[in-house]
């Protein structure tokens, strides 16, 4: 089925609601699976500096991939919205790290702006999705923030860090999005199911 443009808000509503009717055992098996798969690969072992996310709207928990990444001794960050502005910044995460809700009630590390990196600096950036599909097309929330901070990545002939890992419950997979110009396509996506590659 190929999903047009005027369908993708519909399409975010549909999946948004399957996502949030997983139970709490479904939600911990899944992300259990997806880590124990995603920790043996390269793309995650090799790299020293990886963006995360703090799951929010029955997104696919990362917290057993982020204990991980502690116990290899990597350095972990989640991303920060300046106050202002539409571009993502990466701000370090410690046990230690104290949480603050950012202007969407999303937590984030709370630290001085100039410990904050830039998507180009990570080597690996793990990005929730709302939906993806066989070509690795990925569908957000919405807001653009990700294809805003990684449109650089477009522009190059070869292909450098950041490695861009989509993490999803398998029931996000479409057969195919509509994508749109900006929109910025990933590397692979995890799910509980597989590790897909394009
Ligand atoms: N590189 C860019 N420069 C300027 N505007 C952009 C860029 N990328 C996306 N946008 C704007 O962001 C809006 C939302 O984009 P889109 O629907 O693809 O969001 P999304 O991929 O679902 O969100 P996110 O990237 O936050 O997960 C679009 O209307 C688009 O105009
Ligand atoms: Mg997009």
Redesign the pocket.
């Known amino acids: 089925m190929q999903i047009t443009s005027p369908d993708?808000a519909q399409l975010?509503k549909i999946i948004r609601q399957q996502r949030r009717a997983l139970t709490a055992h479904a939600q911990h098996l899944h992300a259990q699976k997806l880590a124990e798969n995603l920790c043996r690969h390269p793309a995650f072992r090799n790299a020293k500096r990886i963006a995360f996310y703090l799951p929010e709207d029955g997104e696919i928990d990362t917290a057993y991939l982020i204990e991980r990444a502690w116990r290899y001794k990597k350095e972990v960050y989640l991303p920060v919205l300046p106050p202002f502005g539409?571009s993502l910044f990466f701000a370090p995460y410690t046990a230690g790290s104290t949480l603050q809700a950012n202007r969407f009630g999303i937590a984030e590390p709370l630290c001085q702006p100039h410990h904050w990196l830039r998507a180009r600096q990570l080597n690996l950036i793990l990005?929730?999705?709302?939906a993806f599909d066989n070509h690795g097309n990925?569908?957000?929330?919405?807001?653009?923030?990700?294809?805003?901070?990684?449109?650089f990545t477009r522009h190059r002939k070869q292909w450098h860090s950041p490695h861009l890992i989509g993490l999803a419950h398998e029931l996000q997979k479409v057969e195919q999005l509509s994508c749109?110009s900006?929109?910025?396509p990933l590397n692979m996506i995890a799910t509980e199911k597989n590790i897909y590659r394009f």
Request: proline share 4%; charged share 30%.
């Open positions: 993708r975010r539409h990005l929730p999705l709302v990925r569908l957000g929330m919405g807001g653009g923030f990700y294809d805003r901070s990684l449109a749109e900006w929109d910025v």
